[in-house]
């Protein structure tokens, strides 16, 4: 049977000895005796890449880009210690792709379990392209009927625009981001600035979590994946554009309903 990309690198990644998948920064990392060889990874920060990032030998990452630039890139992070990138939607044969992995197995594996390597695992001609809503879950049907509802209420107020940053929607107030939305893993959240004693009052409902990078800060994120309360969120859409709006906007605004 025809097999997705997800499943096809899998089948090349796992087919070697002694392999484990674990998820890293919400991506398939594959290691062996802990040391990791190749990344699955889709849409990284609204990149619209699906690739591979492979641990290759020093020199390859330049020869390999140099040679096959429509294929490969260098990828952010990693790239810097000779790691290389691989499109997986680009027409790159996945025999081909199979060889790329099994160079990165053999550069991290101990060489006992390399010689036990047989031959590359044959993927099937045909690999079923990932759908919009794989590589992007922003374009799943939910996640687009909260983004227009959000959009709504967050570009009603004074000086406020919509963005993009690290592949998900923001909105601003003036220059500074007081709202944005999440859509990976299955999940959609808004998040918000509430202060940090806010945090500590919304998160006593299991909905709420404080979200990593930014929760520091006083960010709080909102679960809203099966429904949503939207007289919640004008609330704090409300609270987190007071906080970041300068005083003209706040004027222009005060005879808006939030």
């Not at 991506?27 to 990791?36: A, E, I, L, N, Q």
């Not at 889709?42 to 890449?49: A, P, S």
């Not at 890139?73 to 499109?87: C, E, I, N, Q, T």
């Not at 790329?100 to 550069?107: F, G, H, P, Q, S």
Request: one cysteine or more; hydrophobic letters at 40%; charged letters at 25%.
């Amino acid at each position: 049977m025809p097999m997705d990309v997800s499943q096809a690198v899998r089948a090349v990644c796992l087919s070697f000895p002694e392999v484990e998948e674990k998820p890293s920064h919400g991506s398939p990392d594959f290691r062996v005796r802990g040391k990791s060889f190749a990344s699955f990874v889709v849409n990284h920060h609204g990149d619209g890449r699906v690739a591979l990032w492979l641990n290759v030998s020093p020199g390859a990452q330049q020869a390999y880009c140099e040679a096959e630039p429509k294929h490969s890139f260098v990828p952010p992070y990693v790239g810097p210690r000779g790691w290389l990138g691989v499109h997986l939607d680009k027409g790159l044969s996945w025999k081909r792709i199979a060889t790329l992995v099994r160079e990165a197995y053999e550069k991290v594996a101990p060489p006992a379990l390399a010689k036990r390597i047989g031959k590359s695992v044959a993927i099937p001609t045909k690999v079923v392209p990932l759908s919009a809503e794989q590589k992007d879950p922003m374009y799943g049907t939910r996640a687009q009927a909260v983004l227009e509802e959000l959009r709504k209420i967050c570009l009603a107020l004074p000086e406020t625009s919509e963005a993009t940053q690290f592949g998900s929607p923001v909105w601003r107030a003036g220059k500074k981001v007081f709202a944005s939305m999440n859509a990976r893993e299955r999940r959609v959240t808004l998040m918000f600035w509430v202060g940090v004693e806010g945090q500590a009052i919304v998160t006593l409902d299991p909905r709420y979590h404080v979200p990593p990078y930014i929760g520091h800060n006083g960010w709080i994120a909102l679960d809203v994946t099966k429904k949503c309360d939207w007289n919640e969120v004008r609330a704090l859409v409300s609270t987190s554009y007071r906080h970041f709006a300068l005083r003209r906007m706040l004027k222009r605004g005060r005879d808006l309903t939030f």
